[in-house]
């Protein structure tokens, strides 16, 4: 059984930081794929980040490139997501997800490619 923890969420002014983090539980290969998806009020979850374990590789939303980073505690099972320069726009419930990243094919950036979800952290950031 595959659990995942999200925290690090909280209020911050617009150009502050946070750092959020993800906790996973279980089999460390059905996570060895993991991403951050958002939901503002009113609108559809979207994709902001994710790292692939296997092959190194990570992804970002245009909208976060440059301000946001997504890092691994491959010991841990933690994945973190730093998030610098925050805009009012950031404010939303932050979902961590997972997958296993044996499944190359699989779109990192769709939400249907996860099998795994957190129950999601309020990101609040105040102009």
């Known amino acids: 059984q595959v659990q995942l923890v999200e925290s690090g969420g909280g209020l911050v002014q617009a150009g502050g930081s946070l750092r959020l983090s993800c906790a996973a539980s279980g089999r460390t290969d059905s996570t060895s794929a993991m991403g951050w998806f958002r939901q503002a009020p009113g609108k559809e979850r979207e994709f902001v980040a994710a790292l692939n374990s296997l092959s190194g590789n990570t992804y970002y939303a245009d909208s976060v490139k440059g301000r946001f980073t997504v890092s691994r505690d491959n010991a841990k099972n933690t994945v973190f997501l730093q998030m610098n320069s925050l805009k009012s726009e950031d404010t939303a419930v932050y979902y961590c997800?997972?997958?296993?990243?044996?499944?190359?094919?699989?779109?990192?950036?769709?939400?249907?490619?996860?099998?795994?979800w957190g129950q999601g952290t309020q990101v609040t950031v105040s102009s």
């Open positions: 997800a997972a997958y296993p990243a044996r499944y190359y094919s699989r779109n990192a950036y769709s939400r249907a490619t996860y099998d795994y």
